[in-house]
């Protein structure tokens, strides 16, 4: 995979957001078609959905046209491939118009459009797997290389007895984190989150006091033995509320994920038995093996039985639901039942059509847990082993001044310069579980969890690099001291 085609434009941003509406709006065209309804009445009804934005303004267009100008819908429709910035969405429509005029079966055509749709659908997630491997790989990549420079400057200033004009310590301060930043702006362009993120005001309102406590503690020098400790705990601290509300968050969306096909299936079976669209729609939702789903379902039940019209049910479900994929798959579902297309065919098709997204998407998820695992480990590493090179080289150099005084006055100096890069290694290890959040779960809210744990795992390696037993220095030392017996 190029550098140009992991990073590089693709298109235009217009483009993109009618590409990842186009699966579902070929889907409710397919769906509405096969319900008999002609064009014209179909892109009336898709500029009425206000789930697919981008799709709606094209079909928002379709429509003034036809009825400002007086042109037939087929020649608008056929014109969309040079008006759109979206060279897919024209070729479907080109092949529509064409299928239409030719007398050819529609909806077989719409239906084989339907499938290849989903196949690049799926082969994107697949490749959206890809890039995050990618970028996981880059990114401790980078990391190592930041190390190895370090070593390089320390080493070679060592030995030639040159003084730089920086303190090469700070390259390991400062760098890892603005390149952590980096990497959190590049996967922020790279995905889109299924499921909102939560609002950042309360996480700063929850988390702002015990950072705050840790900053005044470390400044007046409260515990300063323990101050990394403190400012690790602060970050643990502020990050528990974000973590257990997108916890309840995603529990919801793959709970919801899980239901809507089960739902569409059982409205599809139940409709082969005879039972009415609506009657159906109630009988599927008032099971209750929906997880955290169930309200939303029964509430659905039980408004249709009290002659709530479908449109207020789903107006009602938007502000409960932010997943958009469940969003589309009801709004089909009870535009295709209002329209009176509520045939076995159709409800079907579109229970086919869910479960095959909830498969793409449980795969793509289950395709990204290694690399969470690899995250994890070589973050751990490599803090540790940053750590561990730096406390080796101070104490290294430690050994080679013989002035008991000035060494005393190092060994203060390299205790600060040390704790100072604990600091980094820490906010670097919490920032690090942001971006493997953000990466795995498509949102930033789903890496406080991540956050947390990488926090441990840093102060973890902060312990074991201060214990004696890893002093290199000294082993160096004994090393030295050690006199060889005359055989």
Same mark, same amino acid.
């Given at each position: 995979?190029?550098?140009?085609?992991?990073?590089?434009?693709?298109?235009?941003?217009?483009?993109?957001?009618?590409?990842?509406?186009?699966?579902?709006?070929?889907?409710?065209?397919?769906? #509405?078609?096969?319900?008999?309804?002609?064009?014209?009445?179909?892109?009336?009804?898709?500029?009425?959905?206000?789930?697919?934005?981008?799709?709606?303004?094209?079909?928002?267009?379709?429509?003034?046209?036809?009825?400002?100008?007086?042109?037939?819908?087929?020649?608008?429709?056929?014109?969309?491939?040079?008006?759109?910035?979206?060279?897919?969405?024209?070729?479907?429509?080109?092949?529509?118009?064409?299928? +239409?005029?030719?007398?050819?079966?529609?909806?077989?055509?719409?239906?084989?459009?339907?499938?290849?749709?989903?196949?690049?659908?799926?082969?994107?997630?697949?490749?959206?797997?890809?890039? %995050?491997?990618?970028?996981?790989?880059?990114? *401790?990549?980078?990391?190592?290389?930041?190390?190895? $420079?370090?070593?390089?400057?320390?080493?070679?200033?060592?030995?030639?007895?040159?003084?730089?004009?920086? /303190?090469?310590?700070?390259?390991?301060?400062?760098?890892? &984190?603005?390149?952590?930043?980096?990497?959190?702006?590049?996967?922020?362009?790279?995905?889109?989150?299924?499921?909102?993120?939560? /609002? !950042?005001?309360?996480?700063?309102?929850?988390?702002?006091?015990?950072?705050?406590?840790?900053?005044?503690?470390?400044?007046?020098?409260?515990?300063?033995?323990?101050?990394?400790?403190?400012?690790?705990?602060?970050?643990?601290?502020?990050?528990?509320?974000?973590?257990?509300?997108?916890?309840?968050?995603?529990?919801?969306?793959?709970?919801?994920?899980? %239901?809507?096909?089960?739902? #569409?299936? =059982?409205? %599809?079976?139940?409709?082969?038995?005879?039972?009415?669209?609506?009657?159906?729609?109630?009988?599927?939702?008032?099971? $209750?093996?929906?997880?955290?789903?169930?309200?939303?379902?029964?509430?659905?039940?039980?408004?249709?039985? !009290?002659? $709530?019209? &479908?449109?207020?049910?789903?107006?009602?479900?938007?502000?409960?639901?932010?997943?958009?994929?469940?969003?589309?798959?009801?709004? @089909?579902?009870?535009?295709?039942?209002?329209?009176?297309?509520?045939?076995?065919?159709?409800?079907?098709?579109?229970?086919?059509?869910?479960?095959?997204?909830?498969?793409?998407?449980?795969?793509?998820?289950?395709?990204?847990?290694?690399?969470?695992?690899?995250?994890?480990?070589?973050?751990?590493?490599?803090?540790?082993?940053?750590?561990?090179?730096? /406390?080796?080289?101070?104490?290294?150099?430690?050994?080679?001044?013989?002035?008991?005084?000035?060494?005393?006055? *190092?060994?203060?100096?390299?205790?600060?310069? &040390?704790?100072?890069?604990?600091?980094?290694?820490?906010?670097?290890?919490? *920032?690090?579980?942001?971006?493997?959040?953000?990466?795995?779960? =498509?949102?930033?809210?789903?890496?406080?969890?991540?956050?947390? *744990?990488?926090?441990? +795992?840093?102060?973890?390696? @902060?312990?074991?690099?201060?214990?004696?037993?890893? =002093?290199?220095?000294?082993?160096?030392?004994?090393?030295?001291?050690?006199?060889?017996?005359?055989?």
């Amino acid at each position: 995979m190029s550098f140009l085609k992991l990073f590089g434009k693709q298109g235009s941003k217009e483009d993109k957001n009618i590409q990842s509406e186009l699966p579902y709006f070929i889907t409710l065209v397919t769906l #509405l078609a096969a319900s008999g309804f002609a064009p014209y009445t179909i892109f009336k009804k898709i500029r009425e959905i206000e789930v697919l934005p981008h799709i709606k303004e094209e079909a928002d267009k379709v429509i003034r046209r036809v009825d400002n100008l007086g042109l037939d819908p087929l020649v608008v429709m056929g014109q969309v491939k040079e008006k759109s910035k979206s060279k897919a969405l024209g070729e479907f429509l080109n092949g529509y118009v064409s299928a +239409i005029q030719g007398g050819g079966d529609v909806v077989n055509y719409l239906k084989s459009k339907m499938d290849s749709i989903f196949e690049i659908y799926a082969n994107a997630q697949k490749e959206s797997v890809e890039k %995050a491997r990618a970028i996981v790989e880059a990114y *401790m990549t980078t990391q190592i290389v930041i190390l190895a $420079i370090y070593i390089i400057i320390t080493a070679t200033t060592t030995t030639t007895d040159q003084t730089l004009s920086f /303190d090469p310590l700070y390259l390991m301060v400062v760098l890892p &984190l603005i390149v952590t930043a980096g990497f959190l702006i590049v996967a922020q362009k790279m995905t889109k989150p299924k499921v909102k993120e939560i /609002d !950042w005001k309360k996480c700063v309102m929850f988390g702002a006091p015990a950072l705050l406590i840790a900053a005044v503690m470390i400044f007046l020098g409260f515990l300063p033995e323990y101050s990394v400790y403190i400012l690790a705990v602060s970050f643990m601290a502020a990050s528990i509320w974000p973590f257990i509300s997108f916890q309840k968050i995603q529990s919801f969306s793959l709970d919801s994920e899980n %239901a809507a096909p089960q739902i #569409l299936r =059982d409205i %599809a079976e139940a409709r082969k038995a005879g039972l009415g669209p609506e009657k159906c729609v109630i009988k599927a939702c008032k099971r $209750i093996d929906f997880g955290y789903f169930n309200g939303v379902a029964n509430a659905i039940a039980n408004k249709l039985e !009290w002659g $709530i019209p &479908l449109a207020d049910i789903y107006h009602t479900l938007v502000k409960e639901i932010k997943n958009f994929q469940i969003l589309v798959s009801f709004r @089909i579902l009870f535009e295709i039942i209002s329209a009176g297309g509520g045939n076995v065919n159709t409800l079907q098709t579109l229970a086919s059509v869910s479960e095959k997204i909830q498969t793409i998407e449980k795969s793509k998820r289950e395709a990204l847990k290694p690399y969470v695992m690899v995250g994890f480990m070589l973050v751990g590493i490599t803090g540790f082993t940053t750590l561990l090179v730096i /406390d080796s080289l101070t104490s290294i150099n430690l050994q080679s001044i013989s002035d008991e005084t000035k060494r005393a006055a *190092m060994e203060v100096q390299s205790k600060s310069r &040390l704790d100072m890069l604990a600091f980094s290694v820490v906010v670097q290890s919490w *920032m690090a579980g942001l971006f493997l959040g953000k990466l795995t779960t =498509d949102a930033y809210s789903g890496g406080f969890k991540f956050s947390i *744990m990488l926090v441990v +795992i840093a102060i973890i390696a @902060i312990i074991v690099v201060q214990q004696p037993a890893l =002093d290199i220095g000294n082993m160096f030392a004994n090393t030295k001291n050690v006199v060889t017996p005359v055989p």
